[in-house]
């Protein structure tokens, strides 16, 4: 799954009155260390937008932030909605996770965000050809 998929999905469940480029920094500030956080704080509102539109891919911040990604960061970030969204968010992650419960909702998804972002990090940037 790419990223703009994963936040497309949370933004109606947890993303509340945030607006794109809001909700889409919060993510990325929810799992990682607070070292991660000075790495995301020159990023312009219209970049988190792009990334949430899919209009740019998260490879570059991805490679980024990896060595400062804590899923458990993001399992905090999740544990702190109640029970109800927490049953809205596995209801969304059905069908992409496997063994998803109200009980390792939070991990399972903080995991799943982990791996596309690890995978968005090892990502080749694509170059155009010159005729």
Avoid at 76 to 81: H, K, P, R
Avoid at 91 to 118: P, Q, R, V
Wanted: hydrophobic share 35%; with cysteine.
């Amino acid at each position: 799954m790419e990223f703009t998929e994963f936040a497309k999905i949370l933004k109606p469940i947890i993303g509340g009155s945030y607006n794109t480029h809001t909700f889409t920094r919060t993510l990325f500030e929810s799992i990682v260390t607070d070292d991660g956080s000075l790495q995301i704080e020159d990023i312009s509102e219209s970049t988190f937008k792009s990334y949430y539109n899919g209009k740019t891919k998260v490879t570059k911040m991805s490679q980024r932030i990896l060595p400062h990604i804590d899923p458990e960061q993001f399992i905090s970030y999740l544990d702190g909605f109640s029970e109800a969204t927490t049953q809205r968010l596995c209801g969304a992650f059905e069908a992409h996770i496997d063994g998803i419960t109200l009980h390792n909702a939070s991990e399972k998804i903080a995991y799943f965000f982990e791996g596309i972002l690890t995978t968005a990090a090892g990502q080749e940037r694509k170059h155009t050809k010159k005729a």
